[in-house]
């Protein structure tokens, strides 16, 4: 079994940050790609930031420069460092691993955290 929990969500005034945390744990050989997806109401999920797990980095256009995705291997964690905060990047925040164990054969599948709230709002 492979659990992803996040934490650091919150409510936030605009133009303030906030840093959420994605730990992955369970039967974990090697993970992957990382990153973090977010839905907001009445919208459909939509890629915000992946991180492999050499470094390279994928953003969302309209994301760049005020967000950043890190991740540190060694505690199977990676991070989303949001800046400058708007009240449009209220959404609830996945985490989202592919993550590469051995059952009765290997396998490579993606796994998802519960989610976190983000709330923007003054």
């Known amino acids: 079994q492979v659990q992803l929990v996040e934490s650091g969500g919150g409510l936030v005034q605009p133009g303030g940050s906030l840093r959420l945390s994605c730990a992955a744990s369970?039967?974990?050989?090697?993970?992957?790609?990382m990153g973090w997806y977010r839905q907001a109401p009445g919208k459909e999920r939509e890629l915000v930031a992946t991180?492999?797990?050499?470094?390279?980095?994928t953003y969302a256009d309209s994301l760049k420069g005020r967000f950043t995705v890190s991740r540190d291997n060694a505690k199977n964690t990676v991070y989303l460092q949001m800046n400058s905060l708007k009240p449009e990047d209220t959404a609830v925040y996945y985490c989202?691993?592919?993550?590469?164990?051995?059952?009765?054969?290997?396998?490579?599948?993606?796994?998802w955290g519960q989610g976190t709230q983000v709330t923007v709002s003054s």
């Open positions: 991180i492999t797990s050499g470094g390279p980095t």
């Open positions: 369970g039967s974990i050989f090697r993970i992957n790609a």
């Open positions: 989202n691993a592919n993550i590469v164990g051995l059952g009765s054969y290997w396998y490579e599948r993606p796994y």
